[in-house]
């Protein structure tokens, strides 16, 4: 029997009926068709529209349809646009993907001819990419754009009347967390679409023990426990109920629809088998909860002061506040010295917690960051609990280990911090680490936590990281098993994915896939293995292929070869996964094993890449999609006709003017100042080989400020000049000039432009930056940086990053250049300074001796407000550190 239902507020309340709510509302009406059988709809993955109107093209239709089999979803995006200018236009598409995802399929199609994307090897791709930008031509084609999300953006010019369909296909496995399932679609498409639909479908026996969805605030959709049907999901306005009003040109659609659910479960797995592959399911249910055995080892550092240490407090509260009689726990607090709540693991009783309770209130912080201190007195406290019988033999033990910051009291040699925690936690139990902000060393905290069965998670630094922070500890604070294994004959299976979990924890699932060596096989036995809060748990299960053929008999619409993909993705993602934490011939083995999964089965992943081709009409270029990797700083500049990929460390100068030097081989950065009256003139940059000259004029505040010691004075205009190609580059804040002998080309802030001719390639982007290269040079970003114009002390001033100075000759020199060479340095007896959040040290440089302090400076290139760096500061105008002084680099002018 099949029902359909168009209204606000849909609830359906039983197996045997289903009533409406019908309300009647102006706009975005969803059609849902549900069977009453024992299938259910309930998907979509995350997925953002955002096609872009360039003025004469109208966007005639957007689709998504979305399948799900098994956990394993499979989306098809397609847009399509036409010109209905008299001239050529452009036009574009983007998509904000999960970064779980890989994409495995891009093209367009233009008046009836097809242009693909076309899967390489990455370092293939590479190398067509950087030839196309040395010559300003390429577009990088997706970067990260949310904590749970990544952009991919192409456009394309086509002609007066001409036609494109943009279609992307991505593919990823859904992950089980909390009891549940959750997949949400943003709609944000800026404006009408004359055909939008949003189509899903699902085909595996699915029982919703929650479903909840809400599409703009304006629908809700939910199921009681123990409602099963097979389903089919539309969504599709009109072009009226699209508009914010009547006669109004904007888009209504703004919102995300947000599915929650779960499986039907009538054993605790789920085994399936299709064409000499199989998958293995494993979510027990009704299990008795092992007790805890908690360590937080928590950084104090003088960085983690304000904000982030109360948020770090205001979470712990709320941990301790869950914490069960059965368990034990410590607190363990790292600056520049090591300090620790209780000398062993304290049973949470009422008492105890409540002195807990008092110790997390008074937490504050102080002194450097003795990272290793700190962790490896967590790892020692719960070695000695265990061997001296001081918890409970059943249960299970964790370190959570959260900071901002990198090490830099004691052993800060990450490798060597790495090496000594492995050695001492033995595989006993798991390490998480918690990077908070964006100035942690994210794939030192990823590695040291993968080679001991644990994982990282940044905290991002907003208003709501005490709930990223309880979030993270709900996902790992109900552990039911430990050293699960599911195992399987060995004469009848191969490439199996990984089989041995540590834990298992409440409301997850564990995932395990595998080939069969006889591809005619059709059973499979597995055991599963675990350590319960009672006894051990041993569990057998036996499937038929057939079993698996006759539950989807029936779905026509299937999409071929499933579980051998999911297979694939697992293997890949758990290939990439052991890459980040190997080196030498193992690390070059996975990469080679991730390599040929990836090409074969034409996944986008971190060691491959998508080239799109474009038609060769209208300065077209070709681009490249990469998966972006948490923690790698890749840093993509929307452009109007292209993207530009940035990728630390570089050096810069901005702000006061502050210079950032990074130290890659130290894993450091070193930062001073340049203290000089407004209009001096300072040489940053100077290439005798290949003739560039960066030079940058100080302007100060609009009147001095009385309360200062030392006025603000910062960079108001910046020439770049290349004499052997007779170019030079003016920027202020107001304009962007060019000259190529006598000839001048200008531009204002407001332009979005790209600007090629002969040794120039020159990028505007509105109101941000500019992006310059010279020759064959390095490239550099100018970043505007705008203050409110009635401000009475501030005016707008510009920063300089520079990109790819290895292109530089070794002659090359100034008060940034200097430092395009390597650098080395020691730092020696850190002790508190002056300011208790920034200890002080002895900096061994160039032969000399310093007194430098811990601090921050801010980086402008990821993000407009500004992302500190940690760094040792130099003082008295990098004095020491420089060549010379600081007033040899004044110069009379300009150029």
Known sequence: MLKCFDGVETFLTSQSEIRT????????????????????????????????????????????????????A???????????????????????????????????????????????????????????????????????????????????????????????????????????????????????????????EALKKMQTSLCSASTFQLLRFRSNEGISFQGHISFKPTLDQ????????????????????????????????????????????????????VVFVIDISGSMSGREIEQTREALLKILDDMKEEDFFNFILFGSEVHTWKEMLIQATPENLD???????????????????????????????????????????????????????????????????????????????????????????????????GLARRIYPDSDAALQLQGFYEEVSNPMLTDVELNYPENEISDLTRNSFKHFYDGSEIVVAGRLIDNNQNHLTADVRGEGANDAL??????DAEETAKAFQEQEYIFGEYIERLWAYLTIEQ???????????????????????????????????????????????????????????????????????????????????????????????????????????????????????????????????????IQNSYFGKLGIANKYLDLKLTVTPEKITIQNGNKKTGFTWLDSVTLQQEGLTLIINRKRNVVLTMGSGASFVIVLHQVWKKHPLHQDFLGLYTLESDKLSEQTHGLLGQFFHPIDFTILEIHPGSDPKKPDATMIVKNNELTVTRGWQRDYRIDPRGVDIPCWFVHNNGAGLIDGVHTDYIVSSLF
Not at 276 to 287: E, K, M, Q
Not at 538 to 543: D, I, K, M
């Open 242 to 293: 699209q508009r914010t009003c009547a006669n109004c040109s904007q888009s209504a659609l703004d919102g995300d629809f947000t599915v929650r659910y779960d499986v039907k479960r009538t054993t605790p797995d789920n085994l399936q088998i299709v064409n000499g592959y199989f998958v293995h399911f494993f979510a027990p249910t009704n299990l008795p909860k092992l007790s805890r055995n």
């Open 575 to 709: 290939l990439l996964e052991k890459r980040i934490a190997a080196s030498g011939e193992e690390k070059e083995n996975l990469t080679a094993e991730a390599l040929d999964l990836s090409l074969k089965y034409k996944f986008v992943t971190p060691v491959t890449s998508m080239v799109v081709t474009k038609p060769e009409d209208y300065d077209n270029k070709d681009g490249i999609a990469d998966k972006p990797i948490e923690g790698i700083g890749i840093f993509t500049i929307v452009l109007y006709v292209n993207l530009f990929t940035i990728l630390p460390p570089q050096n810069s100068v901005d702000g006061d003017p502050h210079f950032i030097i990074s130290v890659p081989e130290k894993e450091d950065a070193i930062c001073f100042n340049i203290n000089e009256n407004p209009g001096a003139v300072l040489n940053l940059i100077t290439d005798p080989v290949t003739g560039i000259t960066v030079n940058g004029e100080l302007i100060g505040d609009k009147r001095a400020n009385s309360d200062a010691k």
């Open 355 to 453: 002195e807990a309770r008092k110790f997390v209130r008074d937490i504050d912080t102080r002194g450097a960051t003795n990272l290793y201190g700190g962790i490896m007195r967590g790892i020692d406290m719960l070695n000695a609990a265990h061997e001296q019988n001081l918890v409970p033999k059943r249960s299970a033990s964790i370190v959570i280990m959260l900071t901002d910051g990198q090490p830099n009291v004691g052993i800060s040699n990450t490798q060597e911090i790495q090496a000594h925690v492995k050695k001492a936690i033995e595989g006993k139990y798991p390490l998480y680490n918690l990077g908070f902000g964006y100035s942690v060393d994210y794939n030192f905290l990823e590695k040291m936590a993968l080679e001991n069965k």
């Open 538 to 543: 041993s569990y057998t299960t036996q499937h």
């Open 21 to 72: 709510t019908i309300k009647t509302v102006r706009f975005l009406p969803m059609l849902v068709l549900l069977q009453e059988s024992d299938l259910a709809v309930l998907f979509f993955p995350c997925v953002v529209f955002n096609v872009q109107v360039v003025n004469g093209i109208e966007i005639s239709s957007m689709k998504i349809d979305s399948k799900i089999t098994s956990r394993f």
């Open 74 to 200: 499979h989306n098809v995006i397609t847009s399509q646009a036409v010109n209905r200018g008299n001239v050529h236009k452009e036009v574009f598409f983007d998509v904000d993907l999960p970064k779980t995802a890989f994409i495995t399929n891009f093209s367009m199609t233009i008046d009836g001819v097809t242009y693909p994307g076309t899967i390489k090897e990455k370092e293939a791709a590479k190398k067509q990419y950087e030839k196309a930008v040395s010559r300003g031509e390429t577009a990088g084609l997706v970067k990260a754009s949310g904590r749970k999300t990544e952009k991919f953006t192409v456009s394309v010019n086509i002609e007066a009347a001409s036609k494109v369909t943009f279609e992307l296909t991505y593919e990823e496995l859904l992950k089980r967390q909390f009891g549940r399932y959750e997949m949400f679609i943003k709609v944000k498409p800026k404006q009408l679409v004359k055909d939008f639909e949003v189509n899903g």
